[in-house]
């Protein structure tokens, strides 16, 4: 009699002291399963949603995240169109509490897209926020610039400059170069890397986002207020422009598809002769060099064509 009198006291006990603690460590692991939260910045600065936008027109996207318990470790961005088709525009990791982004793209040629935004946590929980963004149909292919066998010297090159503007073609020394930064959207270099001869085209913005090759080659954009940032589409080494599409590009509809934002990179090395790299600039101008010749040394030069949005 007294077994079962202890035995319904512990069972007592039990039920008033575990179940609360049972039941208050589910509640935090309900907290912690929580998934992050994602949203829209707004303001009229900011695309909206159902906006009708020219092809080559920019699109601002403003985004905030917050993580719930787990840091976010990555961030993605990608276009769904109406055929199924899924193009990844933007895949970055990261590890942090909160997101707070200012992203610019610009409207490629495809009628409708749905953009969709994603965060995903440490413990793969995700979350998104989408648009719908459609292209103006009275869009029309613009004009571009087409500057032929320009020529460019590595840096330790003093017969031919090191800096281009794209626009105009001209090509700058140190000096010159200077006064007018704004316009200096492209340098050139020679390294060796992986130990394999590699010309590189890169832009004064390189040195802004972890690279030091521009800086070194360069040091006196250092002192400059407006390092340009151009971006190249390293993708073409797989999967490269034909030459014959080049030269028979004369209006920027091949410039537009040809670049790829998912695989913008802040150089382009291992330049080639027959290459057809896309690249585009800080300002959002679309272009292509077709690469005619490229020495192997440091004291050399690179010989190219190219074509850029007017």
């Not at 066998?149 to 031919?160: A, F, P, S």
């Not at 800096?163 to 930064?181: C, H, N, R, V």
Request: proline share 4%; aromatic share 12%; with cysteine.
């Amino acid at each position: 009699m007294h077994n079962v009198i202890a035995m319904k006291l512990i069972i007592r006990i039990f039920v008033l002291f575990f179940i609360p603690v049972l039941l208050l460590l589910s509640c935090k692991k309900d907290e912690q399963d929580l998934p992050p939260s994602i949203s829209f910045k707004s303001g009229d600065q900011y695309t909206d949603d159902g906006a009708v936008v020219q092809v080559g027109g920019k699109l601002l996207f403003g985004i905030q995240a917050r993580a719930n318990g787990a840091n976010i470790t990555n961030f993605t961005v990608k276009k769904h169109l109406l055929d199924g088709e899924v193009i990844t525009v933007m895949d970055t990791g990261m590890n942090t509490a909160t997101v707070n982004l200012d992203k610019v793209f610009y409207q490629n040629v495809e009628d409708t897209a749905r953009w969709v935004f994603t965060v995903m946590d440490r413990n793969r929980m995700s979350a998104d926020v989408s648009m719908m963004i459609y292209k103006d149909p009275n869009s029309t292919f613009g004009g571009i610039y087409h500057h032929e066998d320009l020529i460019m010297g590595y840096q330790e090159n003093n017969d031919y400059g090191h800096f281009l503007d794209p626009a105009t073609g001209k090509i700058y020394f140190e000096d010159s170069a200077g006064m007018f930064q704004d316009k200096m959207d492209i340098l050139v270099y020679y390294i060796v890397d992986e130990d394999l001869p590699s010309p590189v085209f890169s832009s004064p913005g390189e040195m802004d986002h972890y690279s030091a090759e521009a800086k070194e080659f360069y040091p006196f954009i250092e002192n400059w207020t407006d390092r340009k940032y151009t971006l190249w589409d390293i993708s073409v080494d797989d999967d490269p422009v034909p030459e014959e599409a080049f030269n028979n590009c004369h209006n920027d509809s091949l410039l537009i598809v040809s670049y790829d934002e998912a695989w913008g990179k802040k150089k382009f090395k291992w330049s080639d002769v027959g290459d057809v790299i896309p690249f585009i600039t800080q300002a959002g101008k679309k272009g292509l060099i077709k690469v005619n010749a490229a020495d192997q040394a440091e004291n050399g030069m690179i010989r190219f064509d190219i074509k850029i949005q007017q």
